[in-house]
């Protein structure tokens, strides 16, 4: 992990928000190529969720009427067991200790240690993880609004909206991707548990009854999307649920998860919602939340199998997966070690660098024109410093999979080399096909 997190800041991936008061626990900043990675996985998830017949998008407001979050259950149960240590006064998730690092002003500025205080810890209280705010001018209780800490309470409030304006009938979805919110005890790993992250979360409402099955298409389709865009079948796994850990909403869980360097870890979670959802909206809001079905004459609310992956988990989960290093030719007859990021090409954040091999006989020139020809379509580096060796080497490090070199051959037949990241293979491809050349590579992979 800690190589990742140094290539990370390096290479302009992630950096600690604030860094320089300190950073703020929990939350971080994509720097030029991290935002491009993160854009690229929700663009594919976007196409891959809502360009179906049967599922819509929607982008619901971050603020929510509170009642939302009543109704939801999140004001009552969305709770940590939260202890404090007598002695360092620092505040951890009960059922976390083994992570618990000491918060004493002695190890200020040193490594943290993990806390002594055994037997000083006060009675575990819950804690609710939503953070809370002001509408208005007025700080007093009346006026609380929350940061939602999931984006699937936009998607029920706007289920009756969405299904009437796009005349869908069950069995059909509502997507959204944003920003969520939790006021989490124990911030680590990284991007893995942040206060401030987002989700790409899809609703699917179904016919009471079709719900298992329906269940069982989204658990092996979401999985199947992290294997199609690159990510090691191995390193994926599903865990089931107990029935005494399902959070209060499920009939039916699923985890996805992912073996990071410190272990497992959930990245997307499967749930069958059953009606909890709309029913509690109902009633909260007096409003029906039922669905008519004009062939059968049939009202019902529908049950909702939801997928809700974390764009952030994700994009740690694609990092990781991707990092190697690995022994590689110089180029004059010696080995030497590379780190690679491996990323699918429709998730790089720079599809193609160009370089001339040379700064002079008019390479730059036709470098600079081959440049322009491919930035209107994809995202392209030019790079004219250091030798080439050490200029493949950077691109692989930020995961570019193509390398286009303009060399003495492109002044004799206007091709230049194309140098693929993984397998290092070189072919020499027609300056006037590059566009094409890359959309096919892209789209191949
Ligand atoms: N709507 C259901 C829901 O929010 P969840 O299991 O609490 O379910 C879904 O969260 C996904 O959101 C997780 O699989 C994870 O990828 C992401 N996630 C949850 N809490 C997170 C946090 N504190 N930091 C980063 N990602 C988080």
């Excluded at 409402?205 to 079948?233: A, C, H, I, N, Q």
């Excluded at 049950?303 to 990781?320: C, D, H, K, N, P």
């Excluded at 599809?351 to 040379?358: I, M, N, T, Y």
Aim: neutral net charge; hydrophobic residues 35%.
């Amino acid at each position: 992990m800690e190589k990742i997190v140094s290539l990370s800041k390096r290479r302009g991936f992630v950096y600690q928000s604030s860094e320089i008061y300190g950073g703020l626990n929990g939350c971080w900043d994509y720097g030029p190529l991290g935002v491009e990675l993160l854009r690229n996985i929700k663009e594919q998830w976007w196409r891959a969720m809502t360009y179906r017949k049967d599922v819509e998008g929607i982008d619901a407001s971050i603020l929510m009427h509170p009642r939302v979050w009543e109704a939801s259950g999140h004001v009552a149960n969305f709770t940590d067991p939260m202890v404090d240590c007598r002695e360092c006064k620092s505040r951890f998730r009960a059922d976390q200790l083994e992570d618990a690092l000491c918060g004493s002003p002695a190890y200020k500025g040193r490594k943290a240690v993990k806390c002594q205080a055994d037997g000083k810890f006060t009675e575990a209280r819950q804690f609710n993880l939503m953070f809370k705010t002001h509408i208005g001018p007025m700080e007093d209780s009346t006026e609380v609004v929350y940061l939602r800490p999931e984006t699937a309470q936009g998607i029920y409030v706007n289920f009756l909206n969405v299904q009437s304006a796009s005349r869908q009938k069950p069995p059909f979805g509502i997507a959204q991707i944003g920003k969520a919110f939790r006021n989490e005890i124990n911030t680590r790993n990284f991007l893995f548990r942040t206060r401030e992250f987002e989700q790409m979360e899809m609703q699917f409402f179904v016919k009471p009854g079709t719900d298992e099955d329906w269940f069982g298409y989204w658990k092996r389709e979401r999985l199947s999307w992290f294997v199609s865009l690159g990510m090691k079948e191995a390193k994926l796994q599903y865990h089931r649920h107990e029935p005494d850990k399902l959070a209060h909403y499920a009939k039916d869980a699923y985890d996805i998860e992912y073996e990071f360097p410190f272990g497992w870890g959930e990245i997307e979670g499967i749930h069958n919602r059953t009606d909890f959802d709309l029913t509690r909206h109902e009633e909260f809001s007096g409003k029906s939340m039922k669905y008519f079905d004009e062939q059968t004459k049939e009202r019902y609310t529908p049950y909702v199998i939801e997928t809700s992956a974390g764009a952030s988990r994700s994009f740690m989960a694609f990092l990781v997966d991707a990092y190697r290093e690995e022994e590689a030719p110089t180029g004059d007859g010696k080995m030497e070690t590379r780190t690679v990021l491996g990323l699918h090409p429709r998730l790089a954040p720079v599809k193609a660098a160009v370089f001339p091999l040379v700064n002079r006989d008019g390479m730059p020139e036709i470098g600079k024109k081959i440049e322009e020809a491919i930035r209107p379509h994809f995202r392209v580096f030019y790079d004219d410093s250091g030798a080439i060796g050490r200029r493949y080497r950077r691109q692989d490090e930020a995961g570019t999979p193509f390398c286009l070199t303009v060399d003495s051959q492109t002044l004799v037949d206007q091709t230049v080399t194309v140098r693929e990241r993984d397998s290092m293979k070189q072919e020499r491809v027609g300056m006037d096909m590059i566009v094409t050349y890359l959309r096919e590579r892209i789209q191949a992979e």
